[in-house]
């Protein structure tokens, strides 16, 4: 029940981090992404400070983590098992930002985006859905399902 509550609180205070920086405004994000308006002057920067707060925020986190055995409320840290940059990892990281990039949205401010009633946000997040769904029939057969134990390493104390 801790775990619960404490993915809970961390969700919950993600998304208000999202709704407060703006990140699940499609139109500033995309305003941020748009490069070829900084000659214009219309370039807006601000989300730049957004994303280095949350790397400094990522950072310090992983510099806990490397110094605890074990999280508050888990057994054990899941660390990814892939250390290496492939054509596959590569593959993910072009149609994540090409997705980002025509509509504004990646998952996170678009799961938090939900909590504002737009049809074009529950269709972005249905067809991110199918997508998994899809990615996962195609390319995971066979695989530990997600949140299985086995499927995710572990680094226990």
Do not use: N
């Amino acid at each position: 029940m801790a775990a619960l509550l404490a993915a809970l609180g961390a969700g919950l205070l993600f998304g208000a981090g999202l709704a407060v920086s703006q990140m699940v405004s499609p139109a500033k994000v995309l305003a941020f992404l748009d490069l070829g308006a900084i000659p214009q002057g219309d370039w807006d920067p601000s989300l730049a400070l957004v994303m280095a707060a949350a790397l400094a925020v990522a950072a310090a986190g992983f510099r806990l983590a490397a110094v605890r055995a074990r999280p508050l409320c888990a057994p054990a840290f899941h660390v990814p098992a892939r250390r290496k940059i492939d054509a596959r990892l590569g593959a993910g990281a072009l149609l994540f930002g090409a997705g980002w990039g025509l509509v504004g949205y990646c998952p996170g401010p678009a799961i938090a985006s939900l909590a504002y009633g737009r049809q074009e946000t529950a269709v972005f997040v249905l067809a991110m859905l199918a997508g998994m769904l899809l990615h996962r029939l195609l390319f995971e057969r066979g695989a530990a399902p997600v949140g299985d134990p086995a499927s995710t390493p572990s680094r226990a104390g």
